[in-house]
């Protein structure tokens, strides 16, 4: 028995024959924000084989106080969560693979992301994002644990395409409503205890086990909570899991992609496809209009008078400053390009 | 009436409530909760209709946004 996971081998729900299985898996997180963070952390420490992270943001101030991999020096210099994530995990446990990728997640790239993975974590903090992993986690036949919190509240529920319902089975729309964790706030032990059940659901299925068909919901403030069997709300007509599935979210779009980040008055803008685009071009073109310019290898950062400009390797950008999407994209074309 | 949500006794001063209501008092967006009665799980289309009685026992889980 190796002593790093003598412990985890006497629970008798793994032992070693679980521990050996957990060493030659692969479990994809998608989000590096608190609950992509306290998930993944688990999950190396536990000795899972591979780690794959991804999230399209960097470490700020506000991320401190929950998002558990991050410290004052990575807001300090902006570092991208996944690159910030992938030195922590590393650190923690060099036996595991990690890989942190700083890009979104988006219907262009889900396919090649989720293919060779066992599992799919969701760390994300948007149904928009969700309904993508829904739809390739459905297509490709791979298991995901949604996972939710906010306030002093939160909720987990496991999916196995075409055997349990799917989100898409559950409800068919994309929530607007309802606030967010930039605006109604979160405290660290909600995300932890989503993140123990999201971990303790993917642990099972790593380990050959069932996952619990339950939809758990939880305020560990108010000492609440509740589970429900949905299992019978699987849609034999889902667009998602069904026999007739069509993947409504996994449609490809063309052209500049702007999202509003709700609560933070941040626009992003994606690209399409840019050519020969380049953080030091950038760099020395941006010079030129201002003297507000720093970066850190991984992103570059510019403040035009209000706005703050963060931009990605990928040409990925978040404008700081503004809420309004097609103001967004005409200041991309301006300062970024087409 | 008294009702049992999520392992909680309640005590409602109506004699009869149905689950649509009982969510709009509770502020929780129909669209996406799951709603489990007598150990029944609820379509949504049943809401409105599905009356809760004295002595129920209801269990409700929603979908949370933030992470
Ligand atoms: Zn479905």
């Keep these: ?338 | 009436m008294n009702i049992q949500v999520n392992g909680r006794r309640i005590q409602l001063n109506e004699h009869e409530i149905t689950i649509g209501e009982l969510l709009e008092s509770y502020n929780v967006t129909k669209r996406i909760s799951v709603v489990e009665h007598n150990k029944e799980i609820i379509k949504k289309e049943e809401y409105e209709q599905t009356k809760i009685t004295n002595g129920d026992t209801l269990e409700i889980v929603h979908f949370v946004g933030g992470g």
């Design chain 1, 1 to 338: 028995m190796e002593e790093r996971y003598s412990r985890q081998e006497l629970f008798s729900g793994i032992g070693s024959e679980g521990q050996a299985l957990l060493a030659e898996k692969h479990v994809l997180i998608i989000g590096a924000g608190a609950l992509g963070s306290a998930n993944a952390e688990m999950l190396v420490r536990a000795g899972v084989g591979k780690i794959t992270i991804v999230d399209r943001d960097y470490v700020e101030w506000s991320n401190l106080g929950r998002q558990q991999l991050y410290t004052e020096e990575d807001a300090l210099t902006s570092l991208p969560k996944a690159k910030a994530a992938e030195q922590k995990l590393l650190a923690i446990n060099s036996r595991v693979k990690i890989v942190g990728i700083a890009e979104e997640f988006h219907a262009e790239n889900a396919e090649q992301l989720v293919e060779s993975v066992d599992i799919l974590i969701d760390g994300t903090d948007n149904f928009n994002t969700r309904f993508i992993i829904n739809d390739v986690t459905c297509k490709l036949n791979v298991p995901w644990v949604y996972g939710g919190c906010l306030e002093s509240h939160g909720t987990c529920l496991a999916i196995l395409p075409g055997k349990t319902p799917c989100l898409k089975c559950l409800f068919d729309y994309l929530p607007q409503e309802g606030g967010t964790c930039d605006t109604l706030g979160i405290i660290g032990p909600a995300v932890q205890m989503t993140a123990a059940y999201q971990t303790a659901e993917c642990l099972k299925f790593l380990t050959g086990q069932l996952m619990s068909p339950e939809m758990v919901y939880f305020d560990v403030w108010e000492r609440q909570s509740s589970s429900v069997e949905v299992t019978k709300l699987l849609d034999p007509e889902c667009s998602s899991c069904s026999s007739q599935a069509d993947y409504p979210f996994l449609k490809k779009e063309k052209g500049l992609r702007t999202y509003m980040l709700c609560g933070r008055e941040t626009v992003q803008v994606r690209p399409g496809q840019i050519e020969g685009f380049s953080l030091k071009a950038l760099n020395d073109r941006i010079k030129q209009v201002t003297s507000e310019v720093r970066g850190n290898g991984e992103l570059l950062i510019f403040q035009i008078n209000h706005l703050r400009f963060v931009v990605f390797k990928d040409g990925r950008t978040l404008i700081h400053g503004i809420s309004d999407t097609s103001e967004a994209q005409k200041l991309y074309q301006q300062y970024i390009g087409a």
